[in-house]
């Protein structure tokens, strides 16, 4: 009999129900900071506030482009359009080092400089919207000097396929063919060394000059009129 007290058997008896009651609310109230809780996954959908925030930037970058445009075509002498596909970001960079202070390089969609020359004596430029260009603005009067720079960089760097697609000079489209002209325009020196030859010279050679074409003509006025004024505006000083 004292053996068998030895041993003793776990208690079947079970807890009441009020006692397995508050041991269930104990261990929902206290957490156990141990075990970590899983939280439902974000949906990977993309919010609807996003591609009107996109749509809103991309327009406002549009606006910008067509206000930049139009401020290259105050004082503009001549827009020239080159074909730029395939010409990289560190070419464009040599590029602009090398062009004159008075000519400006920009790259622009077609579609954002016919908008911004909407109305205006550039419109002429349309015949070359086509394919990927890039815009010469020309501030001077001197076009030879603003074009030699790119052809220069097209020889050197074997563009071939990197033409001039068009510009428009005094409201007339020159086509690429047509670009010969441009490039031998006479410059102002020129200009004022054939007209005051003329004048000096007997009659028959102021014929010449006053039956050359009207754009030579006009630009040949223009450089010995302000010459003169130049020349008024010392004297005065003087």
Not at 97 to 118: D, H, R, W, Y
Not at 177 to 191: C, G
Not at 201 to 210: F, L
Not at 216 to 222: C, S
Request: proline share 7%.
């Amino acid at each position: 009999m004292e053996a068998a007290a030895l041993f003793t058997f776990p208690s079947s008896t079970t807890l009441p129900p009020s006692s397995a009651t508050a041991a269930l609310s104990l261990k929902s109230h206290f957490r156990n900071p141990f075990l970590t809780t899983q939280h439902p996954k974000f949906s990977p959908k993309t919010p609807n506030s996003i591609p009107k925030i996109r749509a809103a930037i991309s327009r406002t970058k549009k606006e910008e482009t067509v206000d930049k445009v139009k401020e290259e075509l105050a004082d503009c002498h001549l827009i020239a359009a080159i074909a730029y596909k395939g010409l990289t970001v560190q070419q464009f960079r040599e590029l602009r080092t090398q062009l004159p202070e008075t000519t400006k390089l920009l790259v622009a969609k077609n579609t954002l400089v016919l908008k911004a020359i909407e109305g205006t004596k550039w419109e002429a430029l349309k015949p070359c919207m086509k394919g990927m260009n890039a815009w010469l603005f020309v501030h001077s009067e001197e076009i030879p000097a603003a074009l030699k720079p790119y052809r220069t960089f097209q020889k050197e760097k074997k563009l071939e396929d990197n033409d001039f697609t068009g510009a428009v000079f005094e409201g007339k489209y020159y086509a690429p063919s047509d670009f010969k002209a441009l490039e031998t325009l006479p410059t102002r020196a020129e200009i004022y060394a054939t007209f005051l030859g003329s004048l000096k010279g007997p009659a028959s050679a102021v014929v010449g000059t006053i039956q050359a074409p009207a754009r030579d003509l006009i630009m040949t006025l223009k450089a010995y009129c302000k010459k003169l004024e130049e020349e008024g505006e010392g004297g005065a000083a003087q």
